[in-house]
Every structure is written in structure tokens, then in C-alpha cells.
């Protein structure tokens, strides 16, 4: 009793866990019950049960309830499916003018925005493109292709690369110095000596529209949130969901309502990149000290001066954390959305896995990254910049990298020209050298590639056998055997036991959404890949954390890494580990650690360096040791930062995890990809992203809860 | 006398969803505990007082006792509850945005106790903030910028960022950019308190130089009452929200208006604060051959003045005998009746 009521929350804790486990043992596996057997497969079956709401009706194999819940949401993604295509083709229609039958046409308003929107990022994507590569749909665009083919000289000619890198360096030399400069010269000749040079800069016309607006656009919210609660408050549970999403979901109702192509994809861009902008703007904006406003408003500034004089440069660096964020969706969705017909390197990327290629996928997703780093560099330099009022310049200084830029302008034209006869039975090297005229390393790779796999063919089989069959099955077979209703149990208890009632009603709406989906088998599947890529990955990542911590420099440069990996499409993370185990459950769990080990290891370093400098002294003059200082002083005081990693591990894990499906998992993912050729795959692809953001947002709820009650405790902020 | 530069009239400014109901219900009786239970928190109760031209008013509170809270009403960057503020006659509660914002671009100028400067722009970046805004060209506002920074003494650091700077430095550079516009009107909130008690010193120093060239109509906040001696031509003394004596230092330290006010005088040596005018007696009998100015603080003529054993003449700007001072009379300013209010 006395013990009781030293230590109550243990003691709540383990009557949670007898309650768990007492219901594990108590619910029997039904005899009937097959995993494999999916229960989203709609299949005629005569042992299936089915219920008809809202005339969708819904078939699945019922279990007793404790076991598993029946499917009482499954008319979801049918009735979002259906509703979708009520709006696209049928829903109010309007009058549109058509130019080339010259007559009124009716048409659903949605479909009709739809094709407006689609044209004009169809345009503005066309515009870049065609400035980089050449072409006439830009022409054609203002004109008609009648005249086009009156005036056959009207075409676009597309700037030759030696241009492209030239001014991409001389930018680069303008934003920041030579470094960089160098950095994307030598990106730039690399692409294009390479042969990813057409690819590389349809990918670039696709970043160059999509980055932009999405910034505008995120930044705009932002500040509307900012200054209006409401709209606050009606952005914010929008924000959560889209945040943790898996990128592939949202692909789906894209198709439907946009289509397939570049314009779809960069719309679909936009909505994966815009919430965590506009997060970091709101949190940016909030984080400016109130007497930095008034001195601004002291000044005489009207709102809109002391909206973009005062409060968004104050706030800049988290506004830059945003730009990042942006930059490193849009190249990640680069990728994904060649699943829905964008063209470019992601396109190739995928193109090259899908036929094992690896070397052309490595060669493919180097210069995505590459470019992205670059992307993300210049970004930083540029918002970094500073005017100088005190140099007299003359015009030619002032203007002398715009100068620099007519000379190579003309010297790369020239260049281009002498080329026409340099190489007059092949390509013209000097304007754009094309794919696969271009060195290839790929067979290089390939070869390594196979080298590896025969040389340590033994070994890899061995551990690949190991994990599987010693760790992985059991896991899986672990989750799987939870009954549903121990399962809710635990993590409402958890909800309960950490963040109070509300919390654990938030929780339990979240766990029943996924419950009585038809999914729950393959949430427990999604959850298990998860929780061991997360449990890997905070090991490592605390680890590698503190250990570079004792370090100033070596801190720093972990940063650095981390800054760099992070900028790394998601997708290219599955090239090398692919390069090493093949297509199995593995490759995919060891790009889950590696991608998720990122955030482990940032957000330790940045944890520990949160511990304020005079507790250092204060333990150091008690007589602590190094290791006693870790444990006692530094890591309880930098826990709860450290757990906000974990918060970002377990969003990260779960999308590697989603990604994964392409190799071939059999989690939620896979049902994400089976979605995409699915004519009514709309619904079920989004419904599937809910669930898969929901089991983020239940780990998201609880350890927010935790870390907050932590820090009250510990008085930080 | 001219029309004052700031004038308040029973200024109240209440925090809460009814402020504004409860304060007209309450017919100018504001209670802060009855308003504290009905969830409203009174910052500024009923407070008025006018500065008039070039004079320094020093407002002098411990935390939360509203005297920020008063700047802030008479700035217009918070808005008053009740009651009426004219600055150079206009009323400023009825102004529009459009000629607040003039107002401020041309007539007012602030300090803050953070310093409150731009982190993204340099020094004389900064400066010449308020410029830009109003719409100065980059060229003049930046020439305009280097002469505040060379006013300020940060030659040579005008490149600097204000992370690069000392707190000292970087509230000079606060100054700077409050003048900048060359208002008239001078709102400092704490400007000093951020920094060590050695270079608050010098920044005082350095302040009142500046102020007797410029000459400015200044509202100083301060929650330190040697700072307040020192720097006011007059002190208000707040305390929850309530004016509780406005007055000349001198008086203030002499006739404190009530007991929390006494409290903070009676640790103030008076010789430091006094004039031989604030203690002189009128008689002109029986003096001896020693003058001295009306306008000498008490501690620099001490001494001469006890080794006198008749009473020492008083004279004004004009060299005319205007009153006498005992020896004995400085022995007892000094040491005596600080407990029984003179």
C-alpha cells in the first residue's frame, strides 16, 4: 500500500498492462481468421457478411467484435469516391463558351475550374520549360497551332546548357561566393555530361512553378492564420492531417480531379507543401517579440509595412525552415508524382527501379539530389543577402554580373552555333547533350552491384534470413495477434494515464476510425514496420546524437549532414539499400532507419545543446563526471526536446514505410499503390492516407501530451 | 504658459472582455479588487497630469504598476479605456489610422527596454528604419542615419549587426532610431534597465547631454528611483495603476504624498537631491560675508557652509540676496527628520 502510493502512476501503468495482456490471452484467435485473406478485397465470397448504408454496400468477414471490429466505415471510401465524381461531372453545371466549336457547352463548375487551373499550370510550366529546352506550346499558347504552322520559324529555341550552368554559377557566385558557385558549376556540367540534362531540367520547370507558389501561397495563409483566430482554427486540424499524409495518398484524388501530368502533379505539390509552411510562418510570426512590433508600429508603419518590414524578416529564419521544407516536398513529390504521369527524373528514377536498373536510378536520383541541395542552398543565400550603401559603384560595377551574364549569353549561342558544324552527323554536344549520348556509370554500378550480391551474396542472405525470420515475423505476428479491443485499450489507457480525458478521447476517436475501417490488419502491418524502423533508428540516432555532442565541431557537422540527407527525396533512399538486399522487407525496413535516423539525430544534438550553459557549470562544480553529467543533468533536461525527435521519427518511418509499398510490402501502402490504378481508387487512397496520418497522430497526441506536462514539470518555457 | 505637449484626463485603461461596460458603470469609482473579480485587471486607474515643452516627466513604478501600461495609452500603441489624451492639442483617441501613423512618423519617437531593434538589419540599417517607412529615399535616409550614428557615438560599427553589439550598444543604437525622424515627443520605457549598473550610468550621462541639446518633451519609464531623481524635471510615482504623487524631486523627497510613496524616499540621501533653494529659510538677518546659488545641490556647498557660524546668504541668477541658510539647518537635512516628514 505504502509502495502504492509512493510510486501511483507505475501502478497505473502496469494495471494497463495486465488489463492488455490479460485480454490478449482471453480472445482467441478465430479459427476462420486469415491475414492474407485481405478484408478491403471485395470479392464475392459466400462466408462474407454485408450491410448496406447510404446505398454503398459493404462486404467483409465478420469476426466476433472484441476480436475485430466490423467495417462500419468501409462505405466511406466508397461514397467519397462517388461523391468526387458526383462534383466532377455532374454538380452544377454551368455555361462555358467553346472556342473551337463556337458554340456554349454545359459543364460541371468543379470540372471547369479544374480544366482553368490545370491550363494555366500547364502554361507556366510549359513557359520554364521551354525557356530551359525549347518547344512551342508556349507560343501556341498565346497564338493558335494554324499560325504555328504558317510560321514554322516561331519556336522556342531553348537555351544550351553551357547558358543554363554558366548562369546558374554566376548566380550562385552573386547570392553567396565562390563556393557555391562552384558547387553549381560542377552540378550543372555533371548533369548535363551526364546525360540527365533534359530530364534534369523538366524536373527543374516543374520545382521552379511549384517551389514559388507554394511559398506564396503557404506564406499568404500563414499570415491570414496569423492574424485571424479563425482562420486558425479551421486551418490547424487540416494542417495535422496533411502534415502526416503519406505523400502517395493524396496522388489519388488528384488523378480524379486534375487528371494525369505535369499540372497535376504540381498542384498536388502545392497541397503536400504548403501546410508545413504555413505552420512554420504562424510559428515564426508568433515568435517575434511583442516590443519588436510596437518599436515597428512606432515607427509609423502601416500593417502591411509592418507585416513584410518587421514581422517577416524578425521571423525569418523560421520562414526559411518553411522555404527548406518546401523545397524538400517538391523534390520528393518530384518523384512520387511521376506515378502520376510527371515527367523528369523522378520519372526515369522509377522507370529504373521498377526494371532493377540500379545504376541508372543511382545516376537519376544523384543529380534530383543534387539539384536540390543546390535549390536549397541558393534559397538560404539569397534571404541571407545583404546591401551594401556605403560602395560607390560605378554602372559597371553595379551591373557587372548582369554584363558577365550578356557575355556568356552570347559566348554559349556562339558555342552552340560552331557546334551545328562541329557535329554535324550527331547531336550538337555544345546545345544539349541527350540522354544516354551522355557518359553512363550505370553499368559500373550495376556490376557493383552485382559484385556485391556475389560476394557477400552469403552474408546478406544469412542476416536478410535472420531479420526476417528471428525479428520480423514474430513482430508481425506479435500485432497481429492483438485483439482489437486490447489494442484500443492500451492506447486509450496510454491516452489517459499521459495527457488526461481529453487526450485520451482524442486518441480513442483516432484508434476507432481505424478500427472499423476495412484496414485494420494492414494498420497493425503499417504500425509494426514502424515501431521497429522508430525503436532502430532513436537507438542510433541517440547515439550517433550524443556522441558527436562532446564535440562542438563534430555536433555542427552532424547538423550539416542531417541538413543534407534531409534534402534527399524520400524515393532515392530505397537505391542503395536496394543495391544491397534486394526486393524484400528488409531493404524497405533499412531505408525506413536511415530516413528516420535524421530527425533521431538532429533533434538530440539540438536537445542536448538546449541545456542551458550555467547547469553545465553548476554540475560540473558538484563533482559530476562526464557520464553522470550526461544521465543526470543533460539528458532529463533535454528529454523532451528529444522526444518531440521521436514525434518526427515516427512521421518519417511511416512514410518510408508508405514508399516502401513499391518495393512491395504488405501494409497500407501497398493498398496506397494498388489505389493509383484503381479507376475508384480515389476514395480508398484517401481514406488510406487518414489512416495511415491517424496512427501518426495518435503517437503525435500522446508524446505532444507527455513533452508538455514534462516541460511545466521541469519549468522550461 | 503654452498649451502642454501631452495632456491626460482621467485616463483608464482596464484589461478584460467588459472593460469598457464596467468601467461606465463604475462612474469613474474604479475599484481594481471588484474589477478583479469580475475578471477585468485595471492597468492605468484615473490618471491625469500634462508636460508641457522641453520637460522631462520620469514615470516611476515597480513592476506591474502600470506605468508601461500608461506609455503605451499615451503612444496610442494599446488604446485607452477611458478618458481623453491631446497630444499638442489633438485628441489622440479620435485620431485615424492614417494620421496616427502620421503622427508617429513625425512627431513621437520610442525607446524599449529590449531595445526592440530589427535582427536582420544593420546598425545604420536600422537607423534609418523610420525614414524608409515614411518614404525617404534610400540615399538620404541612410546620410540622415550616419549622422544619428555619429550622435550616438557608433562610428565605425554602423556595418554591424545588432547581434555583434553590446546591450549598451545596442540600446544607443534604439536612441538613434527613436531620433531619427527628430520627433518631438520622447517615450523611453525602461531604456536603461536591461543594462549593467556601470554603463547605465554612462547611458544616463550620455542622455542627459543629449537631451540639453535637443531638448525634447520626454515621458521617461523607470522603475529605479535614483534614476528618476537624477534624469526628471518632475516624477510620477505609480502604484497599481494609480498616480500616487506627481511632483519636482525635491518636493517629492521633502512632502511625500503618502506612506508608499515615503518609503521610497527614505533611503535617498538628500543632500544628493536637494537645493539649497528647496531648504533655505526667507530671513536675510544676521548674515555672514559666504553666498551661495539658489540652484546649488546641497551636497557640493556642505562643507563650506558648516564651517560658517552665521547664516550663509542665498542668491539668485542675478546675484540678489534672496533668502539665508543655517548651518545647522544643513546638519539637520542631512541627518535628521528623515523619519518625521520635516
Redesign the interface.
Known amino acids: 500500500m505504502e509502495l502504492f502510493k509512493k510510486y501511483p502512476k507505475t501502478f497505473q501503468w502496469l494495471f494497463l498492462l495486465i488489463v492488455f495482456f490479460a485480454l490478449c490471452f482471453a480472445i482467441e484467435v478465430p479459427e476462420t481468421y486469415k491475414f492474407i485473406r485481405g478484408q478491403a478485397e471485395f470479392v464475392k465470397d459466400p462466408n462474407q457478411s454485408s450491410y448496406v448504408f447510404l446505398g454503398k454496400e459493404v462486404r467483409y468477414y465478420a469476426f466476433d467484435v472484441f476480436w475485430r471490429l466490423p467495417p462500419l466505415l468501409g462505405w466511406l471510401p466508397i461514397w467519397i469516391n462517388d461523391s468526387l465524381f458526383f462534383l466532377m461531372n455532374e454538380w452544377m453545371p454551368i455555361e462555358v463558351w467553346n472556342e473551337d466549336t463556337q458554340e456554349f457547352k454545359s459543364r460541371p463548375i468543379v470540372l471547369q475550374i479544374s480544366r482553368n487551373l490545370t491550363a494555366f499550370m500547364t502554361f507556366l510550366i510549359e513557359l520554364i520549360r521551354e525557356i530551359l529546352l525549347g518547344g512551342l506550346e508556349t507560343i501556341v499558347a498565346f497564338t493558335s497551332w494554324d499560325w504555328i504552322d504558317k510560321n514554322p520559324w516561331a519556336e522556342l529555341p531553348g537555351l544550351p546548357w553551357t547558358i543554363v550552368a554558366a548562369g546558374a554559377a554566376l548566380l550562385s557566385y552573386k547570392l553567396s561566393g565562390k563556393g557555391l558557385a562552384l558547387f553549381a558549376g560542377l552540378t550543372m556540367v555533371y548533369i548535363s555530361v551526364f546525360g540527365q540534362w533534359k530530364p534534369s531540367m523538366q524536373t527543374l520547370s516543374f520545382i521552379l512553378v511549384a517551389a514559388p507558389l507554394s511559398f506564396i501561397f503557404g506564406l499568404g495563409l500563414g499570415i491570414a492564420a496569423f492574424k485571424s483566430k479563425r482562420v486558425e482554427k479551421a486551418l490547424y486540424p487540416i494542417l495535422l492531417v496533411m502534415q502526416t499524409m503519406p505523400q502517395y495518398a493524396v496522388l489519388v484524388p488528384a488523378l480524379v480531379l486534375f487528371g494525369v501530368g505535369d499540372h497535376a502533379a504540381v498542384i498536388i505539390t502545392m497541397v503536400v507543401a504548403i501546410p508545413p509552411m504555413i505552420l512554420l510562418t504562424l510559428l515564426g510570426l508568433r515568435a517575434v517579440?511583442p516590443?519588436?512590433i510596437?518599436?515597428g508600429?512606432?515607427?509609423?508603419?502601416?500593417n502591411f509595412?509592418l507585416m513584410f518590414?518587421?514581422l517577416i524578416?524578425?521571423a525569418?529564419r523560421d520562414i526559411l525552415i518553411g522555404v527548406n521544407q518546401v523545397i524538400m516536398v517538391c523534390f520528393s513529390m518530384a518523384v512520387i508524382s511521376a506515378f502520376i504521369g510527371a515527367k523528369g527524373l523522378g520519372f526515369n528514377l522509377l522507370l529504373a527501379l521498377n526494371q532493377l536498373n540500379i545504376g541508372l536510378a543511382l545516376e537519376a536520383g544523384l543529380c534530383i539530389s543534387l539539384i536540390a541541395i543546390l535549390l536549397d542552398k541558393m534559397s538560404l543565400a539569397w534571404a541571407n543577402k545583404?546591401t551594401d550603401?556605403?560602395g560607390n559603384l560605378t554602372f559597371y560595377q553595379r551591373n557587372k554580373n548582369l554584363l558577365f551574364f550578356g557575355v556568356i549569353f552570347v559566348i554559349g549561342i556562339i558555342l552552340a552555333y560552331i557546334g551545328t558544324f562541329l557535329f554535324k552527323d550527331t547531336f550538337n554536344y555544345l546545345f544539349e547533350i541527350p540522354h544516354n549520348k551522355g557518359i553512363s556509370t550505370a553499368d559500373f554500378w550495376n556490376k557493383g552491384v552485382d559484385w556485391i550480391f556475389e560476394t557477400f551474396f552469403v552474408y546478406i542472405k544469412a542476416f536478410n534470413t535472420w531479420l526476417i525470420q528471428d525479428v520480423l515475423q514474430p513482430m508481425r505476428a506479435l500485432y497481429l495477434r492483438m485483439p482489437a479491443i486490447a489494442t484500443i485499450v492500451l492506447v486509450v489507457g496510454a491516452g489517459y494515464l499521459i495527457g488526461g480525458l481529453r487526450s485520451a478521447l482524442v486518441v480513442c476517436a483516432l484508434t476507432l476510425f481505424i478500427a472499423l475501417s476495412p484496414w485494420w490488419d494492414r494498420a497493425l502491418v503499417t504500425a509494426y514496420m514502424a515501431t521497429f524502423g522508430v525503436i532502430v533508428s532513436c537507438i542510433i540516432g541517440f547515439t550517433v546524437g550524443t556522441l558527436c555532442f562532446q564535440n562542438k565541431h563534430s555536433a555542427n557537422f552532424m547538423l550539416g549532414v542531417c541538413d543534407i540527407f534531409q534534402t534527399f527525396p524520400s524515393f532515392v533512399y530505397l537505391i542503395p539499400v536496394m543495391m544491397l538486399f534486394g526486393i524484400t522487407d528488409t531493404s524497405v525496413l533499412i531505408a525506413v532507419i536511415v530516413y528516420a535516423t535524421i530527425p533521431a539525430t538532429r533533434y538530440t544534438i539540438e536537445g542536448l545543446r538546449s541545456v542551458p550553459a550555467g547547469l553545465h557549470d553548476a554540475a560540473t562544480m558538484s563533482g559530476v563526471n562526464k557520464f553522470q553529467r550526461l544521465t543526470k543533468i543533460e539528458f532529463p533536461l533535454a528529454f523532451p526536446h528529444m522526444m518531440l525527435g521521436i514525434n518526427q521519427t515516427i512521421v518519417f518511418a511511416l512514410f518510408m514505410v508508405i514508399i516502401g509499398a513499391f518495393i512491395g510490402t504488405e501494409d497500407l501502402g501497398q493498398y496506397i499503390l494498388k489505389a493509383l490504378s484503381d479507376k475508384k481508387g480515389a476514395g480508398i487512397g484517401l481514406t488510406l492516407g487518414i489512416c495511415v496520418a491517424f496512427i501518426a497522430l495518435i503517437f503525435d497526441n500522446l508524446i505532444r501530451a507527455y513533452v508538455q506536462k514534462r516541460k511545466k514539470h521541469l519549468g522550461i518555457d | 504658459m503654452s498649451e502642454p505637449v501631452i495632456k491626460c484626463e482621467n485616463v483608464y485603461k482596464i484589461f478584460g472582455a467588459n472593460a469598457q461596460k464596467m468601467l461606465q458603470d463604475s462612474n469613474g469609482n474604479v475599484d481594481a479588487k471588484i474589477f478583479q473579480e469580475n475578471g477585468c485587471i485595471v492597468g492605468v486607474n484615473n490618471a491625469s497630469f500634462e508636460v508641457s515643452k522641453g520637460e522631462m516627466l520620469v514615470v516611476m513604478g515597480l513592476s506591474g504598476s502600470g506605468k508601461s501600461t500608461l506609455l503605451r495609452c499615451i503612444s496610442r500603441l494599446t488604446d485607452a479605456t477611458g478618458g481623453k489624451i491631446f497630444i499638442e492639442g489633438q485628441n489622440l483617441l479620435q485620431l485615424n489610422n492614417k494620421d496616427l501613423i502620421d503622427l508617429r512618423r513625425n512627431k513621437m519617437g520610442m525607446v524599449f527596454q529590449s531595445f526592440a531593434l530589427l535582427p536582420h538589419k544593420t546598425v545604420v540599417e536600422n537607423i534609418a528604419f523610420p525614414l524608409q517607412i515614411k518614404g525617404v529615399k534610400t540615399e538620404d535616409s541612410i546620410s540622415k542615419a550616419m549622422d544619428m550614428v555619429k550622435l550616438v557615438g557608433l562610428d565605425g560599427r554602423e556595418n554591424y549587426f545588432p547581434r555583434e553589439l553590446s546591450g549598451g550598444q545596442q540600446q544607443r543604437v534604439g536612441i538613434a532610431r527613436s531620433l531619427a525622424v527628430e520627433p518631438d515627443i520622447w517615450f523611453l520605457d525602461e531604456p536603461f534597465s536591461a543594462l549593467d549598473p556601470l554603463i547605465r550610468k554612462e547611458m544616463q550621462d550620455e542622455f542627459l547631454r543629449l537631451q540639453e541639446k535637443l531638448q525634447k518633451t520626454i515621458m521617461f519609464i523607470t522603475h529605479d528611483f535614483d534614476e528618476a531623481l537624477k534624469l526628471a524635471d518632475r516624477i510620477a510615482i505609480m502604484k497599481d495603476g494609480i498616480i500616487e504623487q506627481l511632483d519636482t524631486p525635491a518636493n517629492i523627497v521633502l512632502n511625500p504624498a503618502t506612506e508608499y510613496v515615503r518609503k521610497f524616499t527614505e533611503e535617498v540621501p538628500r543632500e544628493k537631491v536637494l537645493l539649497i533653494e528647496d531648504v533655505m529659510e526667507t530671513s536675510q538677518e544676521n548674515l555672514g560675508n559666504l553666498k551661495v546659488s539658489k540652484d546649488e545641490i546641497i551636497e557640493n556647498v556642505a562643507e563650506k557652509i558648516l564651517t560658517q557660524e552665521k547664516a550663509v546668504a542665498v542668491i539668485d541668477e542675478d546675484n540678489k540676496i534672496i533668502g539665508s541658510i543655517n548651518p545647522s539647518k544643513i546638519i539637520n537635512t542631512v541627518f535628521g527628520g528623515r523619519k518625521n516628514n520635516n
Request: glycine letters at 4%; hydrophobic letters at 25%.
Open positions: 517579440p516590443e519588436v510596437e518599436a508600429r512606432m515607427s509609423g508603419c502601416n509595412q518590414k518587421v524578416p524578425t525569418r545583404q550603401y556605403f
